[in-house]
T-cell receptor
Framework: AQSVTQPDIHITVSEGASLELRCNYS??????LFWYVQSPGQGLQLLLK??????LVQGIKGFEAEFKRSQSSFNLRKPSVHWSDAAEYFC?????????????FGKGTKLSVKP | KAGVTQTPRYLIKTRGQQVTLSCSPI?????VSWYQQTPGQGLQFLFE???????NKGNFPGRFSGRQFSNSRSEMNVSTLELGDSALYLC??????????????FGEGSRLTVL
């Protein structure tokens, strides 16, 4: 079955430290890949997306993600975390070219930032 | 331009009742998707409408239904409410639709509590 796995439920990092959030997917073909962020009491906001081409994609708020086909991964990174980055982060995929593709989300990783 | 608007933001119902939630997408967007978010199950896809047609449906019982109007506004209905239906219901609109990799723009959600 198609699935998205975010192995880390909760991560705590110090402000200014680097961050990497993991995401793995199980699809036979290359999907569209997304990272969304959800602040408390809010809806989700798109950070970045990968469709094709350069496997390192840049997003908003200083985030980037790298697609690695061999590892079926799409990890999110940020070189220096700010306190305002504390939120929940969701990886999502949709099967490329599917006529009825729907976005499948991982369970999310909650990020806490220590001062 | 205005974002995705969901109403009501909060509501409390009792078991057995029914509820209707409304979503107004971003102007020009023809795709509206609905998701249920709970702490245990995360974000689960309910259905997607595109130009008034249900394009895709998730694995939810028939008590969950939806529709889309000619102005792209969408409603979802849950009949015979159960305690387990307590959740944040998120609506998202998209210009292209998820099957085309379109970015989803989320509303802030309708938080339903079933007593």
């Amino acid at each position: 079955a198609q699935s998205v796995t975010q192995p880390d439920i909760h991560i705590t990092v110090s402000e200014g430290a680097s961050l990497e959030l993991r995401c793995n997917y199980s699809y036979g073909a290359t999907p569209y890949l997304f990272w969304y962020v959800q602040s408390p009491g809010q809806g989700l906001q798109l950070l970045l997306k990968y469709f094709s081409g350069d496997t390192l994609v840049q997003g908003i708020k200083g985030f980037e993600a790298e697609f690695k086909r061999s590892q079926s991964s799409f990890n999110l990174r940020k070189p220096s975390v700010h306190w305002s980055d504390a939120a929940e982060y969701f990886c999502a995929v949709v099967l490329y070219g599917g006529s009825q593709g729907n976005l499948i989300f991982g369970k999310g990783t909650k990020l806490s930032v220590k001062p | 331009k205005a974002g995705v608007t969901q109403t009501p933001r909060y509501l409390i119902k009792t078991r057995g009742q029914q509820v209707t939630l409304s979503c107004s997408p971003i102007s020009g967007h023809r795709s509206v998707s609905w998701y249920q978010q709970t702490p245990g199950q995360g974000l689960q896809f309910l259905f997607e409408y595109f130009s008034e047609t249900q394009r895709n449906k998730g694995n939810f019982p028939g008590r969950f239904s939806g529709r889309q109007f000619s102005n792209s506004r969408s409603e979802m209905n849950v009949s015979t409410l159960e305690l387990g239906d307590s959740a944040l219901y998120l609506c998202a609109s998209s210009l292209l639709g998820t099957h085309a990799g379109g970015e989803l723009f989320f509303g802030e959600g309708s938080r339903l509590t079933v007593l």
